[in-house]
């Protein structure tokens, strides 16, 4: 399984970037991507996922500016990031857990940069 994060770039507060994520390999014993972000000195933190019974679910910092959403068919996920704000600068990535064969494992994207500049 590999994951392919991009999307990342520079972007003025108040802008608008969309990040993607195609897995490849055994997608179809992967759980829905999650997105993480991580900032320097901090550790990495869950922006937006989906819970157990798969409701799109935010860290209260992004909550109403990001969407999470994916493509099935495409093997695609996406963070949709709105009003953004320096703050939400940072390397985002995406994860999956593995689930069937592949339970217990957890594969990342290698991460895209994110900087909103003020």
């Known amino acids: 399984v590999q994951l392919q994060a991009s999307g990342g770039g520079l972007v003025q507060a108040g802008g608008s970037l969309r990040l993607s994520c195609v897995a490849s390999?055994?997608?179809?014993?992967?759980?829905?991507m999650s997105w993480y972000r991580q900032t320097p000195g901090n550790q990495r933190e869950e922006v937006a996922f989906y819970s157990s019974i798969g409701r799109p679910t935010y860290a209260d910092s992004v909550k109403g500016r990001f969407t999470i959403s994916r493509d099935d068919a495409e093997n695609t996920g996406y963070l949709r990031m709105n009003s953004l704000k320096p703050e939400d600068s940072g390397v985002y990535f995406c994860?999956?857990?593995?689930?069937?064969?592949?339970?217990?494992?957890?594969?990342w994207g290698q991460g895209t940069q994110v900087t909103v500049s003020s």
């Open positions: 994860k999956a857990d593995g689930r069937y064969s592949l339970r217990g494992r957890e594969y």
């Open positions: 390999g055994r997608t179809n014993s992967l759980w829905p």
